[in-house]
C-alpha cells in the first residue's frame, strides 16, 4: 500500500471515531480502527492534531454526496429525485456538523478555508443541476438556479429547524419547494 493510500484509509477510519468519540479518541483506537499498529499513525501524520486536520479536510469534501447524487434515476420523477438527493444532502451536513462541533468542543479550531466552501457548493449546485434538466422546459427559473434555490431551502432549514425540533420531513420541504406554501384552491 503507498504512502497515500495508507492515508486515505487511516483517514476513512478516524472519521466515525471522531464522530463517536470526539478529539479524545486514542491512538490505539484509531490503530485499531484502521487494522494497524500505532507506530504506523505516526509515520503517517506527524501527530493527532494533523491526523483531525486531514480527517476535518476530507469531511468537507463533497465527493460522498456528489457520487450519491449522480446516481440518482433521472427517469424518476423530479420530487422522487429531489427526496433522494435532499437525504443524501442532508446526511453529509449532518456529518460535517457533528465533526465541526466536537473540533470547535475540543479548541482545534481547523483551517477553515471558504474558497473550500464556495468549491463545494458550486459542485454540489451542479450536481443538483442535473437533476432538474429534465424538466428545464416546465421550470420558472434554469436548472442552475432552480438548484441554488433548492440548496438554500434544504441547508437553512435543517439546521435552523435541527434547534427546535421542527423539522420538516424530506419529502415535506420537496412538496413546498415545488407546489408552493399554499393548498389547492
Known sequence: MSAEERRRMIVQSVLPLLVEHGAGVTSSQIARAAGIGEGT?????KDKDELFATCFAEALKPDQVLDAIAVIDLDQSLDDRLIEAADA?????????????????SGKRPEHRRDRRKE???????A???????????????????????????????IRFSETGDEPTTMELVDVFLNGALAAA
Request: glycine share 4%; charged share 20%.
Open 120 to 126: 463545494s457548493m458550486s459542485a454540489m449546485r451542479d
Open 41 to 45: 499513525v505516526f509515520r503517517v501524520f
Open 128 to 158: 443538483m443541476a442535473e437533476l432538474f434538466e429534465p424538466e428545464k422546459d416546465r421550470l420558472r427559473l434554469p436548472p442552475a438556479q432552480s438548484a441554488a434555490l433548492f440548496l438554500s431551502l434544504l441547508f437553512s432549514g435543517r
Open 89 to 105: 444532502l442532508s446526511a453529509h451536513l449532518q456529518r460535517m456538523g457533528a465533526l465541526m462541533a466536537i473540533m470547535h468542543g
